[in-house]
């Protein structure tokens, strides 16, 4: 069974940058469909950043130029750079995984078998 643990969630001022990481008990995250998700208090959980294998990365608008994904192959960690934040960015974040070579779209939660628990991130 796969784990997910995610950490770097915070207090920040708005305009500030917090650097999220999820790490991954799997044995490799090169071909990955990696994401992360956000959830603040009474919304539903909503798509930030995705990552398909060590390539293309793609954005919520809310989130484009500001956030950079990525990932640390070597460390078998992702991990989600996020800038000039604002008290909107804030909420709970979820790293979610999954390795299957095909699937729905990086932002539909049903492309992912592996979650994580979340990091806390308020903006203020």
């Known amino acids: 069974h796969v784990q997910l643990v995610e950490s770097g969630g915070g207090s920040v001022q708005a305009g500030g940058s917090l650097t999220l990481s999820c790490t991954t008990s799997?044995?490799?995250?090169?071909?990955?469909?990696m994401g992360w998700f956000r959830q603040a208090p009474g919304k539903r959980r909503e798509p930030v950043a995705g990552?398909?294998?060590?390539?293309?990365?793609v954005y919520a608008d809310s989130v484009k130029g500001r956030f950079i994904i990525s990932k640390d192959v070597a460390k078998k960690t992702l991990y989600l750079q996020m800038n000039t934040l604002k008290p909107d960015d804030s909420g709970m974040y979820f790293c979610?995984?999954?390795?299957?070579?095909?699937?729905?779209?990086?932002?539909?939660?049903?492309?992912?078998?592996?979650w994580g628990r979340g990091t806390q991130v308020t903006v203020s």
């Open positions: 990552i398909y294998g060590m390539a293309p990365t």
């Open positions: 979610a995984a999954d390795w299957r070579p095909s699937g729905p779209r990086w932002d539909q939660e049903s492309r992912y078998k592996y």
């Open positions: 799997a044995p490799t995250i090169n071909t990955a469909t």
